[in-house]
Nanobody
Framework: QVQLVESGGGLVQPGGSLRLSCAAA????????MGWYRQAPGKQRELVAT???????KYGDSVQGRFTISRDNSKNTVYLQMNSLKPEDTAVYYC?????WGQGTQVTVSS
């Protein structure tokens, strides 16, 4: 049984910050590349950030300089630190491995 469980979403005002977490179970985590994706209502799912098992990162253009992906292999957890949030960041955020998706967590940026 493979499980990816996101947490940390919520409502935040523009300019604020949130940190998302994704806890993984049932997979070999330490060497696995992981990613965050997001999907806004009526829109296509888009890549937010990826991180390799060794810690190399890549970001989508829309979040470059504002978001940071990281991982703690001892906790089988990947994080997404989101700063300077904008209304257009509002979406369901999904964690994924190469083959598995989490259930998603809602992030709403609104005043």
């Amino acid at each position: 049984q493979v499980q990816l469980v996101e947490s940390g979403g919520g409502l935040v005002q523009p300019g604020g910050s949130l940190r998302l977490s994704c806890a993984a179970a049932g997979i070999v985590f330490s060497f696995a590349s992981m990613g965050w994706y997001r999907q806004a209502p009526g829109k296509q799912r888009e890549l937010v950030a990826t991180i390799t098992g060794g810690g190399s990162t890549k970001y989508g253009d829309s979040v470059q300089g504002r978001f940071t992906i990281s991982r703690d292999n001892s906790k089988n957890t990947v994080y997404l630190q989101m700063n300077s949030l904008k209304p257009e960041d509002t979406a369901v955020y999904y964690c994924k491995s190469l083959t598995w998706w989490g259930q998603g967590t809602q992030v709403t940026v609104s005043s």
